[in-house]
Each structure stands twice: as C-alpha cells, then as structure tokens.
C-alpha cells in the first residue's frame, strides 16, 4: 500500500464512525475551552480578595482584559485556519503541504509574539491611561499587562501547537497541555499574589506571573505532545519559511475566526457603554452573567473546533456521506450541550447569583439576566455550529458574516432599542435581556439561508 494512502487510512477522522470520533476528540476540546472560561475569572478571583486593594486591582484586571482577549483571538484564530488547512491536507494525503502548514504557523507565532512585545514595551501605559485617571489602578493595569504582552509566546503557541494536535485527531494530548497549564496558574496565584511559603508578596504583579507561566508550561507541553506524536507531520526549518499561498490559506479561513473573537471584546464594551443609561446595577449584571455563560458558551466552542478538522478531513478526502454525518452530528450535540446548559443555569440561577453575594436590584437584573438571555442558547448553539462547518467547507465569510451578526449587526441595535425602551416608558431594566434571544434567532435566520448556498456550491458538487 501506497504510504501516503497508509496515513489518511489510520486517522480515525476519516475511518471511524464521524459520531463517535466526534465525541471522542470534541470531549477533550470542550474540557479545554471550559479551562480557557476558568483562566479568565482564577486571577480576578483572587485579586479581588487582596487586603486594601483588592477593588482597585480587580479594576485594573477589567482595564486589561480586552487586550488580552485580543491576544487569544488573533492566536486561536490564527490557529482555527491551521487547523483547518492541516485537516484538509491530511485527508487528501499531501504529507508536504501539511508540514508546510504546521511550519509556517510557527512563523506566525513568531511575528505575533514580536507585535504583542512591541505593545507591552512602548503602548500598554498610553493604553492603560486612556481608560483611567486613578494613578494606583494605571499603575497596577500596566504592570499586569506590560507581563503578559512581553512573555505572550506561551498563549500564543500553545494555541498553535493546540490545533495542529486537534487537526490531526490528538485533541486529547492538547486538553492535557492546557490542564497542566490551568493547575500551574491556580497554584501559583495565591502563592505570588498573597505571598506564601516565603515567596514575596507581588499583587497584581504576581498574578501576571502566575499567568504566563501556566502558559508556558502548556505551550511546553502541547509542543512536546506533538514532536513525540505527530510522525505525520514533518519539522524541517525549511517548512518555517514564509509562503505566500500557505499563510493566505491559513487567514482566508483564520481572518473570520479572529474577527469573531474580536469581535466578542467590542460588543462587551459597547453594551456596557449602552447598558449604563438603564442604571450601574444593569451593567454590573450582565458583566456576571457574561462570565458564568462563557462555561456553556465554551463548551459549544469546543465541539465546534472538532467539528471543524473532522468536516475538513473528509471534504478533502471527498468523502460526501461522512462530511453530511460530521454536518448533522455536530449540529446535533452542540444543541444538547446548549440545551443542558439553559436547563442547568435556569435551575441554579438564584443560588448562582448568591455565591457573588448579589443584593437588591443588581441580584434581581442577574437573575433576570440568566434565566431570559439563556432561553438564546440553543439558537446561539446552532449559530455557534454553523461557524464551523462554514470554516471546514472553506467558507470563512460565510462565518465571519454570522460571527458580524450575531455580535454586532443584531445585537448592539437591538439592545440599544430595548434600552431606549426601558428608560423612556420606565420599564424594568430586564426587559433588555430581550434583545440577545432576538439577535441569536435573526442571525440564525441569515445562516440557514447562507448554509443553503454553501451545500450547494461544496457538497452539492461531491460525488457520492
């Protein structure tokens, strides 16, 4: 037997059945993204709780929080297009262009990292004073951010590393990487923060710390779990020079997805801007309820990204029959993950609201916030779906149009009308939350219509 052939006929993506190397590669991501969920709150967790401080150091961690989610949306995305390429290139048994893909996103890697260390050397205080005038919240802001921008390679390819073990079927080695790296920084947190077992006490500056180096440890990791695993793929420094036609495959499917993160840090800071008319309390709700919804919203993400490379793996192989089973299972369980969690935060929505010792109208407005914005999540699911088999099927406008749609062309107009509503006529604030199930069932709208289109152009085309 042809080796080529050999390669693509024992990678589970395109010989087992697709539901059941969709569970077996989408549990492991969705426990990986629910961890990334877990990142963004453990450092918030435990500044907030510093003696004196603990307010203004959570307000400093606010200030820097969207560059920091600037900086995993253009590495996720970076890496969602080399998972995809990766994926593709493996189905159709080209070896080459695969090491190619898996070397050129290590030159990637590089050049973001150079970006992010110019930011954190010359930008972050300008950046930082832009948002704030109290000199101790500046102070602390830039020095969290000033870290975490210079030592950015350990976020930045761990997320490389990360998708091409999910792109050749290793998702399991990847959400091992990231555990190691989430333990680390729990452990360490406390320990540099509050200063135990004779560490300094370093604030703010601690946690910075323990940060990025639980990012380092899993980029260590996933890079190792790859070199000893991926026999696949192939590491030769000329793969790592730049070519033009490989990265423009990368960010023609990439681009949507880093726009799409992107765009989840703009809508959070227009809504907040929009939400203040109806009262602090109303932002101060939602900016809650956001972080309990990430846990659902990631777990739905983490299925997309192995719906993603299995879609992909079999439309190169041409295998039309698995790439509609990869459709219609990855649809089916990103509902019922949807589905669990709108049950589960409408059952636990009181005693959520209590563990952050809520009180008075912000408690009633969170309450409100869980139980009526969580009735979009499975709209929101079959959206979230979409996204990735329109990636899979070299469709990344098509995505980045639903990405627009549901974090920007719906939502901002729609919340802004409600809240409008509910100043001008007196109405409680929760009639807002309204605004987020609307813009999940429009977007949904627009991608059933684009998903029409795209069937018929790349599957339609396959022969059977």
């Given amino acids: 037997m042809n080796k080529e052939i050999s390669i693509t006929a024992k990678n589970k993506m395109g010989t087992q059945p697709v539901g059941k190397v969709m569970l077996s590669m989408g549990i492991p991501m969705i426990l990986s993204m629910m961890l990334q969920a877990v990142y963004n709150i453990v450092d918030s967790a435990f500044v907030a709780n510093m003696p004196g401080t603990g307010e203004a150091a959570l307000n400093a961690l606010t200030l820097a929080f969207p560059v920091q989610m600037l900086m995993v949306a253009i590495s996720i995305g970076t890496g969602v297009g080399v998972n995809a390429l990766l994926s593709k290139s493996l189905g159709q048994n080209d070896t080459e262009r695969a090491s190619r893909t898996a070397g050129n996103a290590i030159f990637l890697g590089a050049v973001i990292c150079i970006i992010f260390v110019l930011f954190g050397i010359f930008g972050v205080n300008a950046y930082i004073s832009s948002q704030s005038e109290n000199s101790q919240i500046i102070t602390m802001a830039s020095e969290y951010l000033e870290i975490c921008c210079i030592w950015s390679f350990g976020i930045v390819y761990f997320a490389v590393f990360e998708k091409i073990l999910q792109a050749s079927g290793?998702?399991?080695?990847?959400?091992?990487?990231?555990?190691?790296?989430a333990l680390i920084n729990v452990i360490l947190?406390?320990?540099?923060?509050?200063?135990?077992?004779?560490?300094?006490?370093?604030?703010?500056?601690?946690?910075?710390?323990?940060?990025?180096?639980?990012?380092?440890?899993?980029?260590?990791?996933?890079?190792?779990?790859?070199?000893?695993?991926?026999?696949?793929?192939?590491?030769?420094?000329?793969?790592?020079?730049?070519?033009?036609?490989?990265?423009?495959?990368?960010?023609?499917?990439?681009?949507p997805a880093i726009i799409a993160q992107a765009l989840m840090s703009l809508m959070t800071y227009l809504l907040n801007i929009i939400l203040i008319d109806a009262g602090e309390n109303a932002v101060t709700a939602y900016g809650l309820y956001y972080k309990i919804q990430q846990f659902i919203l990631f777990a739905a993400f983490g299925l997309r990204d192995a719906v993603t490379p299995i879609v992909s793996f079999n439309h190169g192989m041409g295998s039309k029959k698995r790439v509609l089973d990869g459709i219609k299972y990855g649809m089916f369980y990103t509902l019922a993950i949807m589905l669990f969690g709108f049950i589960l935060l409408e059952v636990t929505?009181?005693?959520?609201?209590?563990?952050?010792?809520?009180?008075?109208?912000?408690?009633?407005l969170c309450i409100s916030a869980i139980r009526i914005i969580s009735t979009s999540f499975v709209f929101a699911g079959a959206n979230i779906a979409f996204q990735?088999?329109?990636?899979?099927?070299?469709?990344?406008?098509?995505?980045?149009?639903?990405?627009?749609?549901?974090?920007?062309?719906?939502?901002?107009?729609?919340?802004?009308?409600?809240?409008?509503?509910?100043v001008s006529y007196s109405l409680d604030a929760s009639v807002i939350w309204i605004a987020f199930p609307a813009a999940e069932i429009l977007s949904l709208f627009v991608a059933v219509l684009l998903m029409k289109r795209v069937s018929k152009n790349r599957i339609g085309v396959m022969s059977e």
């Fill in 170 to 181: 290793k998702s399991l080695y990847s959400t091992i990487a990231q555990i190691i790296g």
């Fill in 189 to 255: 947190d406390p320990i540099l923060i509050y200063g135990l077992i004779g560490f300094p006490q370093m604030g703010v500056k601690g946690a910075a710390i323990a940060t990025v180096i639980g990012q380092i440890a899993s980029f260590i990791a996933a890079a190792a779990f790859h070199f000893i695993t991926g026999h696949e793929i192939k590491f030769r420094i000329k793969y790592i020079l730049p070519s033009k036609r490989i990265i423009c495959g990368i960010y023609s499917i990439g681009l």
């Fill in 349 to 364: 929505a009181v005693p959520l609201t209590s563990l952050f010792d809520l009180t008075g109208e912000t408690a009633e």
């Fill in 388 to 422: 990735g088999i329109f990636q899979a099927l070299d469709s990344g406008i098509e995505s980045l149009i639903i990405s627009v749609c549901r974090q920007f062309l719906f939502i901002i107009p729609t919340a802004w009308l409600f809240c409008r509503l509910a």
